[in-house]
T-cell receptor
Framework: DQQVKQNSPSLSVQEGRISILNCDYT??????FLWYKKYPAEGPTFLIS?????DKNEDGRFTVFLNKSAKHLSLHIVPSQPGDSAVYFC????????????FGQGTELSVKP | ETGVTQTPRHLVMGMTNKKSLKCEQH?????MYWYKQSAKKPLELMFV???????ENNSVPSRFSPECPNSSHLFLHLHTLQPEDSALYLC?????????????FGNGTRLTVT
């Protein structure tokens, strides 16, 4: 049973436009979420996080929105740049599994010039 | 050198070989992890070490054997692997072994078992 799901394996966006990456979760006990970005041949890097006490967290061009009632979060990148092309993973710590991070499958973003 | 360093970057081994993956972190973190990433699958947690003590073994087969001699070094010893063990193996560290402490990943070892 996958508790964190990213249902879109890939997304293609034009440079300068908005990229929206989606993530759904099933465990209502999740109260903290993280996004990681991964370039080919590199390890994932932490991008942005959000606590369930907030519904939005912004860091420069990156904003994460959390809709707790829908168990849905999204990462908005605006404006998108070619250097944003990467695989994006959402993750949540599962406290009834020792706090280990549960990752989604990832969404590969391609930003076209 | 900063961050999390993994060696080797690529490894090809036969099913009867014994090899080891090495990870070193220069961040002063207390927790270290091994993750496995297979194609089209989420990252899978394998092992967690907190202050050099193993705190989690996520039902990993015994052909994978971790070792953490100190808070900065982590090894994954491999023996009699199967072709389905071919994957990207990622080491990570964090300040604390709790989920909201962001992970810092190495660049991984791409393992191919023939």
């Amino acid at each position: 049973d996958q508790q964190v799901k990213q249902n879109s394996p890939s997304l293609s966006v034009q440079e300068g436009r908005i990229s929206i990456l989606n993530c759904d979760y099933t465990n209502s006990m999740f109260d903290y979420f993280l996004w990681y970005k991964k370039y080919p041949a590199e390890g994932p890097t932490f991008l942005i996080s959000i606590s369930s006490i907030k519904d939005k967290n912004e860091d420069g061009r990156f904003t994460v929105f959390l809709n707790k009632s829908a168990k849905h979060l999204s990462l908005h990148i605006v404006p998108s740049q070619p250097g944003d092309s990467a695989v994006y993973f959402c993750a949540a710590p599962s406290y009834n599994q020792g706090g280990k991070l549960i990752f989604g499958q990832g969404t590969e973003l391609s930003v076209k010039p | 050198e900063t961050g999390v360093t993994q060696t080797p970057r690529h490894l090809v081994m036969g099913m009867t070989n014994k090899k080891s993956l090495k990870c070193e972190q220069h961040l002063g973190h207390n927790a270290m992890y091994w993750y496995k990433q297979s194609a089209k699958k989420p990252l899978e947690l394998m092992f967690v070490y907190n202050f050099k003590e193993q705190t989690e073994n996520n039902s990993v087969p015994s052909r994978f054997s971790p070792e953490c001699p100190n808070s900065s070094h982590l090894f994954l010893h491999l023996h009699t692997l199967q072709p389905e063990d071919s994957a990207l193996y990622l080491c990570a560290s964090s300040q604390e072994a709790v989920g909201f402490s962001p992970l810092h990943f190495g660049n991984g070892t791409r393992l191919t078992v023939t």
